[in-house]
């Protein structure tokens, strides 16, 4: 028995020793983030935990981690649009985002977590989100975009959008390369663990909880009650995290209390491995050994093409419930167009509900094709599909699609027109957010926003109403 424990005692020495002489010799940032004391608190646990895992506690550790877990003092985070709200409210929602090389999903997910919560349920959440990506035009056309569709949102102290500059981020060179993964997917992920640490560490002080979501994620409606009343049966319950969604990242909450220990869990090992086996860690670290989850899901993946460049991800939860949509309603409407229609060709073919279409010969930018409603509807899905049904040939390749208001009763146009979405692909669906002022919507233009020498066919512009 002796034996045994000095060789118990011999691989403990040989396991830990190796770890402070790494972090004394190799310190992974020169920011220094951590204090040494953190690192080698952290290293010795995570050794423990290798021999050990039944007769340590680490809850006590993580509390002595704490007690000098301070938001990062040298991360400088700026607002690009909005403000945090004065009062502290339930839950920060945080969106980490960057540009992808097909197309972005940013902006359909901030459309789902908007239109799937309540007035009274917005009034307990903002939504947080970090333009991670350093392309400048990126950042400038994204910010456009969320300050027109979401302007409402971000008047009310509910959306916020951060940046933070790359000098703030550890090196991305020279970096472990851990799984087989190669050197670019290496600094990928490392620069990701990064861009979720600086998005939890602005989202702190504005909330009790924290829920983390990727950029291409779509709810069903009403999730942000059922996470209310899920965190007050769980109030009393040891936790670290509790999932909503067992995809990756997604749908996983956290105290805000905890997150500034959780954010120097990721610098530290921001190059080991991806956020969410860091994560699993983390629980392992805090004795979380089953994690918490809840079913069927509240946030379904959306889209195929990855952040990462050259990745294809058709990832879907199998316990997403999935909302049915009806058909559209297109109430009656007159439809005027200043594009050059063939012959043959009437722009009410693209507003009837069955398989004619409108084609034009060209497409010039400025040119539009206008649904002028009969009377004002509240109108709460626009979709709109161009191109051959078949092949996807003679799409717009360019275009938006605009809810207009009428204070003068014009017959063939509005007063005032905000922008509902930009076609990718050629097609738009989308459900609308809000209505202007309370009014209701009088008219659905498709704007040309870049000329086109070729035909374009615009199959459908369909309108759903209550």
Not at 51 to 66: A, G, L, W
Not at 95 to 123: A, G, V, W
Not at 161 to 186: A, C, E, G, H, M
Not at 222 to 233: E, K, N, P
């Amino acid at each position: 028995m002796k034996d045994f424990l000095w060789i118990l005692i011999v691989i403990a020495i040989a396991m830990v020793f190796p770890i402070f002489f790494f972090i004394k010799e190799n310190p992974f940032d020169t920011a220094s983030f951590l204090s040494l004391q953190e690192k080698e608190m952290v290293a010795w646990q995570r050794a423990r935990m290798q021999i050990s895992p039944s007769r340590t506690n680490y809850v006590e550790t993580f509390k002595d981690m704490q007690k000098n877990s301070e938001p990062l003092k040298n991360v400088d985070s700026c607002i690009l649009i909005g403000a945090p709200p004065v009062k502290k409210r339930l839950l920060t929602i945080g969106i980490s985002s960057m540009k992808r090389p097909q197309r972005s999903y940013l902006l359909d997910t901030l459309e789902s977590l908007f239109y799937s919560s309540s007035l009274s349920e917005q009034k307990h959440f903002i939504v947080l989100v970090h333009l991670a990506d350093p392309d400048p035009m990126w950042h400038s056309q994204m910010i456009s975009n969320i300050s027109t569709i979401f302007k409402p949102y971000i008047q009310a102290s509910q959306l916020v959008v951060i940046n933070t500059p790359l000098k703030s981020y550890l090196p991305l060179k020279s970096l472990k390369r851990n799984f087989n993964d190669t050197p670019t997917y290496v600094a990928f992920r490392s620069k990701r663990n990064m861009d979720y640490a600086f998005l939890m560490n602005f989202a702190t002080n504005h909330s009790d909880y924290f829920l983390m979501i990727e950029d291409d994620v779509k709810c069903v409606p009403g999730f942000v009650t059922q996470i209310a009343t899920t965190v007050s049966a769980w109030e009393n319950k040891p936790w670290v995290t509790l999932e909503f969604s067992p995809l990756g990242f997604t749908g996983k909450l956290f105290r805000t209390k905890d997150l500034p220990c959780f954010v120097n869990f990721l610098l530290l090992f921001y190059q080991e491995m991806p956020c969410d086996s860091l994560l699993s860690h983390f629980h392992d670290l805090l004795m979380q050994q089953t994690p918490v989850q809840f079913l069927p899901s509240l946030f379904q993946h959306m889209g195929n093409y990855s952040s990462s460049e050259g990745k294809f991800n058709s990832l879907k939860d199998i316990e997403f419930e999935e909302d049915d949509i009806s058909s559209p309603n297109n109430p009656a409407a007159s439809i005027y167009t200043s594009l050059k229609a063939t012959n043959d060709s009437v722009p009410m073919n693209a507003y009837s509900l069955n398989r004619n279409f409108f084609y034009a010969k060209s497409a010039e930018a400025g040119r539009h094709l206008t649904v002028v409603l009969d009377s004002p509807a509240n109108v709460f899905r626009v979709q709109v599909l161009t191109g051959s049904d078949l092949k996807g040939e003679n799409q717009l390749k360019e275009g938006q699609i605009e809810l207009g208001y009428s204070y003068t009763n014009q017959i063939n146009d509005c007063d005032d027109y905000i922008l509902l979405g930009l076609l990718v692909n050629g097609i738009l669906n989308k459900q609308v957010l809000s209505n202007k002022s309370g009014k209701k919507v009088k008219c659905v233009r498709l704007l040309v926003t870049a000329t086109s020498s070729s035909g374009i066919i615009v199959r459908h512009i369909n309108i759903w109403v209550k």
